[in-house]
């Protein structure tokens, strides 16, 4: 259980992402304004990737199937009182139509001014905007069209009412600079989108976002790929042993990853990526958009300055300097994860059930930490998070790579944002692990005489 517990920490430490996780093509470029205004919508999972080709396009009724499927489930999370107003309105693809869809989920709670109509309602919220002409309701919806009437509707529902999540924030001040501090849990889980208005808004109004790495730099990413491969001729099959490469590859062909693209890939590459795939669930989006990530795209397409702290070969290099032994057992072990009781198969009942109780406790403690960040609940996450007995377990190759001088460099990064001249205001977005502790980046401000308290909640 131990060991298994070990391997969700790159989770809150680390801001790599999988090996095999899906790139969007954008073939089409979106028009620029509606990056913005589109950018929570896709994090909720209201549509995929192909908002970049299809969104002139007008919508099919399969995909606004889904949008008021995505949209019913983020409206009944809020715990509105439920009503027993109906009403029978045209559905079809029009732009009339698909604001009717939209309304038809909303009308089932009792939001201020619902009984006005869809029309009036959805225009009250700002879902909806006219020109000198009208709203152009009989004609056409387009996809992207949908797309912002489906992301203003649930974001404007959620500021009325005071919802959404919060995140592990802090905020640093000195010398006249404002930094905040938000601690990332490295996934999509337990209906973390959309985030609260108060931290949608810090992202949007600082000058600077830093990250553990610059997710927008193609030479690094290009690199940390480069890393993940092998480039000596030999394949993962010359790695690790016959059973566990088969195992591995019967796993991920049954994702549509043909054998010969996961031979290229070390073991630890393949590891990360079954981690990541492990923590999805029935709550994660169908995008399934890591939070950091989320962020750093929200302030990438206002044109906020977006900077990495430690590089993508630093944090390769944790990983690529483990021994041949251990690289082989950390996939093997998250292989296990992701199959959960699947994995059993051959261990005797007592081991059976040792290994079912692991698997409880790893999803517990992720549960857990998702809650704690979406209400904001810094002191039970920081006395639920190990931090203390990762650190002190050096025989574990991996965890004395994951905090070793990462924590101190993360500290003086922050020092030196705080030092600048002038006033300035930024956000360092790093993994909430690095946040606490006594060798943490909110302690570690405090002790260089920084004034750092967590935000408060709204």
Known sequence: MKRLLVLLLALSLLGTAPVLAA???????????????????????????????DFAKVITQEQLDKMTQVAAGKLALLGVEQRSGAGSFVLDTTRGGVLNALYMEALPYAFAGIDAGPVEFLSSLGVVHGDSTGLALDRPCTLLEAACFANRMILALYDQQNAGSLGLLWKAEGNGNTLYLLGSIHTDRGNLYPFHKQLRDIITGVELAAFELDFNSQEGIDEFTAMQMYSDGT???????????????????????????????????????????????????????????????????????????????????????????????????????????????????????????????????????????????????????????????????????????????????????????????????????????????????????YTVEVVPVP
Do not use: C
């Open 235 to 449: 394949t993962l099959k010359d790695h690790i042993d016959p059973e566990l490469y088969q195992e591995v590859v019967k796993a991920l062909t049954s994702l549509g990853t043909p054998e010969e693209q996961i031979a290229s890939y070390k073991p630890w590459a393949l590891a990360n990526t079954f981690t990541a795939l492990s923590m999805a669930d029935d709550t994660s989006s169908e995008n399934a958009m890591a939070l950091d990530l989320y962020v750093s795209a929200k302030a990438s397409n206002l044109g906020i300055q977006v900077e990495g702290i430690e590089t993508y070969a630093f944090q390769g290099k944790i990983f690529d300097d483990l021994s041949d032994e251990y690289q082989e057992n950390y996939l093997a072990m998250t292989l296990s994860m992701y199959l959960g009781m699947d994995a059993a198969e051959g261990l005797s009942e007592e081991e059976k059930a040792a290994y079912e109780a692991a698997l409880k406790e790893q999803d517990e403690a992720v549960s857990r930490w998702m809650e704690q960040w979406k209400t904001r609940d810094t002191e039970s996450f920081a006395n639920d998070y190990p931090k203390d007995v990762i650190q002190s377990n050096t025989t574990d190759e991996l965890n004395s790579k994951l905090f070793e001088g990462r924590d101190p460099n993360m500290i003086a990064w922050a020092d030196r944002y705080l030092k600048q001249s002038g006033s300035h205001t930024g956000l360092m977005t790093v993994g909430a692990g690095h946040m606490i502790g006594k060798t943490g980046v909110v302690q570690g401000l405090k002790d260089l005489g």
């Open 23 to 53: 790139e969007a093509d954008p073939a089409a470029q979106l028009p620029a304004w509606s990056y913005s205004e589109i950018a929570d919508g896709y994090a909720m999972g209201l549509f995929g990737d192909e908002i970049y080709t």
